[in-house]
């Protein structure tokens, strides 16, 4: 089977029971599921009834798409992702996003918990991703180009949307949220880096590291959807003052923060205009 034909086997199935087209999608990380638990009118979709989709394996993904009204827009939540260390490739890991742009999403929000590397930063913080680096040692849009989703070179200059992170920036003011900017570097995982690698990312300039986020940003911009990007730090990877790191550590700062990440993206939804950002 293709993968064009996957694409369009869980389109079919998730579009067939969804009342209505979503507008905004949010991807939801490690840690920050409970954001779906503010939809209201719910549709629950659980991964595993999709044709031919992934299914998410680690602790703190729930693995279900969640359909509803948030703050008066459609929204289209997936509780849990893909990545490439499960086993998954580039290519099974992005598909929920293909999926979305054919359900009719013309913007996303990626959220994920990461390593913070800048000084400035503490453990429970929100940044704006401005930029990103991929060292995942893959990209999603390797092979035949899908040429009814966008171009065979994808610009990626401008991968998450200014005006969405500047109405962000405004909103986390408002509410009192303290967040920062900065530059988020995929790594493929599953090991947490070593302290030579944490050097290494500070030198190239990146504020935060994580192992998501990514790929499923590559896939977006190539298919014309606008991004706003959400990392929450879980840890301070900070090479000179490296504490042995669990998952679980992560997903306990993860719920922690979850209160004024939820605030900040229910704020973000109820202000964003659909029809200027698409």
């Known amino acids: 089977m293709s993968y064009i034909d996957k694409i369009n086997n869980a389109y079919e199935y998730i579009n067939n029971i969804l009342p209505c087209r979503p507008q905004i999608g949010v991807v939801l990380g490690t840690g920050l599921g409970t954001l779906a638990d503010h939809i209201e009118n719910k549709v629950i979709i659980e991964y595993n009834s999709v044709p031919d989709f992934p299914v998410s394996t680690v602790e703190g993904h729930a693995g279900r798409f969640i359909f509803g009204d948030m703050e008066g827009k459609k929204v289209l939540a997936m509780q849990g992702r893909f990545h490439y260390y499960e086993g998954y490739s580039m290519k099974e890991v992005t598909l929920p996003i293909r999926v979305m742009k054919k359900l009719g999403i013309g913007m996303l929000i990626l959220s994920n918990a990461c390593g913070g590397l800048n000084k400035a930063f503490s453990a429970g913080d929100i940044m704006i991703i401005k930029d990103h680096i991929n060292l995942i040692g893959d990209n999603p849009l390797i092979g035949a180009n899908l040429s009814e ?8 200059s401008q991968t998450y949307d200014h005006e969405l992170i500047e ?44 192992m998501s986020t990514v790929p499923e940003a590559i896939v977006a911009r190539h298919c014309g959807i606008k991004i706003l990007g959400l990392s929450c730090i879980t840890d301070m990877a900070i090479p000179d003052a490296l504490v042995p790191l669990s998952h679980e550590e992560v997903v306990r700062v993860a719920e922690m923060a979850k209160p004024k990440f939820v605030s900040l993206v229910k704020e973000f939804i109820k202000e964003v205009n659909i029809h200027e950002s698409l």
């Not at 989703?149 to 990626?156: A, L, N």
């Not at 995982?189 to 300039?205: F, R």
């Open 149 to 156: 989703f966008g171009p065979r070179f994808p610009d990626m």
């Open 167 to 210: 109405l962000c920036k405004k909103i986390a003011s408002r509410l009192n949220i303290k967040v920062h900017e900065g530059i988020y570097t995929a790594v493929s995982g599953p090991n947490y880096e070593t302290k030579a690698e944490l050097n290494m990312l500070i030198v190239a300039g990146s504020d935060a590291v994580g």
